[in-house]
């Protein structure tokens, strides 16, 4: 039995592990490199369950965290964010030791680099193929060029072509999400067709859960780069990424007071600790920040739903229960699945085994 007091999150490490194996056996079965995202994560002892699965490349959103990672032995490190400019002493530094890859996606940005990087590096160009966050459209064919050409140096290695189909993540329709796969490796592949003659080893690279769990990996992609799968959430529930059973994370939350006059009950567990990303699982309902399901003292059971978070604040959540779940009074815990596991995990910052021990992240 677990003695939790306050909002804690709990790591389940099977069912973990399992969807680290089960993604890592589809980039092999398929011919693809696994470069998977550690942004999710963000934890050293999490990466030793990739690397037991043969991975020996990862994607990271920050250089902070690519310290942190290249700390932990990993020596080939994806930067999937814009250059900071301003980080280029610790850029410097980090690519004195290991190999990474940046990218890169203005004319001034490669000017910069051309000028103040030290080391070699390697960098992908970032295209936009509909998502529009960042990154180059990609057919300004005009522009890819004027990147490419402003990056020369020899400390400069031009690795291809990579994106993030984030638009992915708003897509409930199989054959709709099929589409934006579709035209996301028509026009990597379009890129680099351009660009082989002169660059034979450049590759195309992609990254999106919803993709890479719910779909086949196109002829023609060389890379993946999934992050959110290795937990799942709510989100990826809502999409079709998973089942409630693939949830590998579950922030548990001290009940403190009951309304059952309203079927509410109120948790200490608000958006500092499982964030305030929501979700709409059916057009009829109400924005959500969680579901909430039944915790026995170790364990939680996804299939025993009680509720939903229907309003939050700092510290308070509000659930709205279902009727047979307003048995619960203060002092019983509960397990909120969160809507995106990433946010959660970076907000609480350390894990929770259910073997008891406390698991550290970069952020702890």
């Given at each position: 039995m677990l003695n939790i007091k306050k909002p804690t999150l709990i790591l389940n490490e099977r069912i973990c592990k399992k969807n680290i194996s089960a993604m890592a056996a589809k980039a092999r079965n398929q011919g693809v490199h696994f470069r998977p995202h550690f942004k999710t994560h963000q934890?050293?002892?999490?990466?030793?369950?990739?690397?037991?699965?043969?991975?020996?490349?990862?994607?990271?959103?920050?250089?902070?965290?690519?310290?942190?990672?290249?700390?932990?032995?990993?020596?080939?490190?994806?930067?999937?964010f814009p250059v900071n400019i301003?980080?280029?002493?610790?850029?410097?530094?980090?690519?004195?030791?290991?190999?990474?890859?940046?990218?890169?996606?203005?004319?001034?940005?490669?000017?910069?680099?051309?000028?103040?990087?030290?080391h070699p590096c390697g960098y992908f160009v970032k295209i936009d193929t509909g998502y529009h966050r960042t990154g180059i459209v990609d057919s300004d064919i005009s522009l890819v060029e004027k990147v490419i050409q402003s990056a020369n140096s020899p400390r400069l290695h031009f690795k291809g072509f990579l994106t993030h189909s984030g638009n992915s993540y708003q897509i409930?329709?199989?054959?709709?999400?099929?589409?934006?796969?579709?035209?996301?490796?028509?026009?990597?592949?379009?890129?680099?067709?351009?660009?082989?003659?002169?660059?034979?080893?450049?590759?195309?690279?992609?990254?999106?859960?919803?993709?890479?769990?719910?779909?086949?990996?196109?002829?023609g992609i060389d890379e993946i780069r999934p992050g959110n799968f290795v937990f799942y959430d709510v989100m990826q529930l809502a999409l079709g990424s998973?089942?409630?059973?693939?949830?590998?994370?579950?922030?548990?939350?001290?009940?403190?007071a009951i309304h059952p006059e309203r079927n509410e009950v109120v948790i200490y567990g608000g958006a500092i600790h499982v964030s305030k990303e929501s979700v709409l699982l059916q057009p009829s309902q109400k924005q959500i920040f969680g579901l909430v399901v039944r915790w026995d003292g170790n364990c939680w059971n996804a299939n025993t739903l009680l509720g939903s978070i229907t309003s939050i604040s700092q510290e308070h959540?509000?659930?709205?229960?279902?009727?047979?779940?307003?048995?619960?009074?203060?002092?019983?815990?509960?397990?909120?699945?969160?809507?995106?596991?990433?946010?959660?995990?970076?907000?609480?910052?350390?894990?929770?085994?259910?073997?008891?021990?406390?698991?550290?992240?970069?952020?702890?």
């Open positions: 934890s050293a002892e999490i990466g030793e369950w990739f690397r037991k699965e043969g991975v020996t490349a990862i994607t990271v959103s920050s250089v902070s965290m690519a310290h942190y990672f290249a700390d932990s032995g990993w020596k080939d490190i994806t930067i999937a301003l980080e280029i002493d610790e850029i410097n530094e980090l690519s004195s030791s290991i190999h990474i890859n940046l990218l890169i996606e203005s004319v001034e940005t490669a000017f910069f680099l051309t000028e103040k990087i030290t409930k329709d199989k054959a709709a999400l099929q589409n934006i796969q579709n035209i996301t490796t028509e026009r990597l592949l379009r890129l680099k067709k351009l660009y082989q003659g002169l660059y034979p080893e450049i590759i195309v690279s992609v990254g999106d859960t919803p993709t890479c769990s719910q779909l086949a990996i196109n002829e998973c089942k409630p059973e693939d949830i590998a994370v579950a922030l548990v939350c001290p009940v403190v959540g509000i659930i709205s229960t279902f009727e047979n779940a307003c048995n619960l009074k203060p002092g019983d815990l509960v397990a909120v699945l969160p809507v995106h596991s990433c946010l959660t995990a970076h907000l609480m910052r350390t894990y929770l085994v259910q073997d008891g021990r406390v698991m550290n992240t970069m952020n702890s």
